[in-house]
């Protein structure tokens, strides 16, 4: 599950609005593989991480139950290239929630605007029922390994916990539970 194009969370306030962050490397393959000698990290992929910051904001409205999937890009402007050794800090607002979701964004390298963004989410109906995008384990270790629930808070300050029915699952597959105070 190494799909995702975020590091790790640093604000998830639920239902209002998240902050994420991407440390961009020489390393990985797509920064070099886009214009080789001439290295940047490509704007799909920053508009992804955009995206996952987002559609996880959105999901958790459902403890992560809803299945949401990016269904447009309704605006995006960029202000110049990521290259390696930027730190992006992507920041998703939910804008509506009627029908889907609406997220608007920015990311940022350090104080200088680098992209502004509009996004529609979907939420797949029972056409998909049964169709699990990921197995709850290794999605709930993924949002561990992303600080979510490190991180995550209720409007009121309460803290997100993790799901039963993640934990059930994690359980269920012998996975330890040791991280759970720390992630």
Known sequence: MRWFWIDRFEEFVCGQHAVAVKCISLSEKPVDDYSPGSPYYPASLIVEGMAQTGGLLIQQQSDFVSRVVLAKVTRSKFHFQAV???KLTFRADI??????GIATGTVHVE???LCEASLTFA???DRFK???LFEPDRFCRMLRCLKLFQVGVY???TPVEVPQYMLDAEQANGI???LTADT
């Open 95 to 100: 804008e509506n929630m009627s029908g889907g």
């Open 155 to 157: 409007p009121d300050g």
């Open 130 to 132: 049964g169709v699990e």
């Open 123 to 125: 939420f797949l109906d």
């Open 84 to 86: 390696p050794g930027d």
């Open 111 to 113: 104080d200088r605007l």
């Open 176 to 178: 330890s539970q040791n």
